[in-house]
């Protein structure tokens, strides 16, 4: 059976005030509920607990201050966890909290035992969601513990749990030849099969707000599922039901294959 890993970004669960989309949320719930139960196996990497948590706790400005942001992901975390809870069990669906640090990729003792969590959750047909573990990752200059962004992240769990596909939603419709928000005229590309430097300088350098990594971050993701003979899908995640076009082959966003 298929198995498939589905990355979503702050983006696509927050509206731009800060408030959880909460529309958007049961699209990607009821979605992936429904791939599960056609026989798929489906991991969800959910960026978002930062944001959760500056909304939850009124705060207006992502601090600067590492421990801070920690304080604030712990407390997102949970509430972005219990909003899932909820809107998958309406839909029947159980899901399963793994926090990963980079220790998972560093040591094989920590590598096989989450690969042995992602596979007991999948055999009992449960969404295993996935994020970084901003508790005890620390500092992105220290590569020994943090990801970095959870675009890396989520093709790392892809190659990691074997899976054939990674779909990557986004607040962008799919990969153009040149930044849609400073060019009116970028064209999306809709298929890709090779990413060399030409194609990182479409993207423009590192993205532009805070705490997202922009096209780069994407791009890497794309290179490490090719690299390993695997495919990526950059798509809107404005209507996350998109995913079930997706799977049928429709050519809605950008195809890295
Ligand atoms: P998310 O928050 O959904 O993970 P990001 O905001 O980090 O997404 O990255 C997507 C952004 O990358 C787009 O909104 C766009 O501003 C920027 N970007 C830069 N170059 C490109 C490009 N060639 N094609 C599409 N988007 C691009």
């Known amino acids: 059976s298929a198995r498939i890993v589905v990355k979503v970004g702050t983006s696509t669960l927050t509206h731009t005030n800060g408030k959880l989309n909460l529309k958007a949320i049961d699209q990607l719930c009821y979605t992936l509920s ?14 978002g607990a930062i944001g959760v948590g500056l909304g939850l706790l009124g705060i207006d400005e992502r601090p600067s201050s590492i421990p801070q942001q920690q304080a604030i992901a ?62 005890v990752a620390v500092d992105e200059l220290d590569h020994h513990t943090k990801f970095g962004d959870n675009d890396q992240l989520s093709a790392i769990v892809a190659t990691m749990t074997d899976a054939d596909l990674l779909i990557m939603l986004s607040d962008i419709k799919g990969f153009f030849d040149k930044n849609p928000r400073k060019f009116n005229d970028a064209v999306l590309i809709p298929s890709i099969n090779r990413i060399d430097e030409e194609t990182f300088e479409k993207a423009g350098g590192q993205g532009t707000k805070l ?26 995640g404005e209507n996350p039901s998109i995913i079930f076009k997706l799977l049928q082959g429709d050519p809605l966003g950008t195809l890295f294959q």
């Open 74 to 135: 712990a407390v997102g975390q949970t509430q972005l966890m219990t909003v899932y809870q909820r809107r998958f069990a309406v839909y029947g669906q159980k899901i399963g909290q793994i926090l990963l640090t980079h220790d998972v990729v560093d040591y094989p003792t920590s590598h096989q035992n989450v690969l042995n969590t992602f596979e007991n959750l999948l055999r009992l047909n449960i969404i295993p969601v996935v994020n970084e573990n901003d508790t």
């Open 34 to 47: 429904g791939l599960v139960n056609e026989g798929k196996e489906v991991i969800l990497v959910s960026s």
């Open 211 to 236: 705490g997202t990594g922009g096209m780069v971050t994407k791009l890497k993701a794309a290179q490490k599922m090719l690299q390993a003979n695997k495919s990526m899908i950059l798509a809107s």
